[in-house]
Nanobody, 120 residues
């Protein structure tokens, strides 16, 4: 009913940049908060960045000043611009969003994840 599809992951050298995208589709009336999480091997999934429906953003301390979350409501898409990447940013990155469907129900949905590897 509601799907999230991520793209943009890959291998990058330390200090490099990547931009992740996450496109939502389905029976969407409204997209509320949109978030990026990540999970490194052997670690718990952690919140990286979030943006509300009104555009308010917040970030994990570890990525402040390096990552920027943004959204294009016309395209139902959220982005994560990642600059000055470090090896410790290596993880699978997941998109998450809170929707109101056309039936008026609230749905929390996850993407399939995209691998980001920072290595020389």
């Amino acid at each position: 009913q509601v799907q999230l599809v991520e793209s943009g992951g890959g291998l990058v050298q330390p200090g490099g940049s990547l931009k992740l995208s996450c496109a939502a589709s389905g029976r969407i009336r409204n997209i509320n908060a949109m978030r990026w999480y990540r999970q490194a091997p052997g670690k718990q999934r952690e919140l990286v960045a979030a943006v509300t429906g009104g555009g308010t953003t917040n970030y994990a301390d570890s990525v402040k000043g390096r990552f920027t979350i943004s959204r294009d409501n016309a395209k139902n898409t959220v982005y994560l611009q990642m600059n000055s990447l470090k090896p410790e940013d290596t993880a699978v990155y997941y998109c998450n969003a809170d929707f109101t469907t056309t039936w008026g129900t609230r749905v929390d949905s996850w993407g399939q994840g995209t691998q980001v590897t920072v290595s020389s």
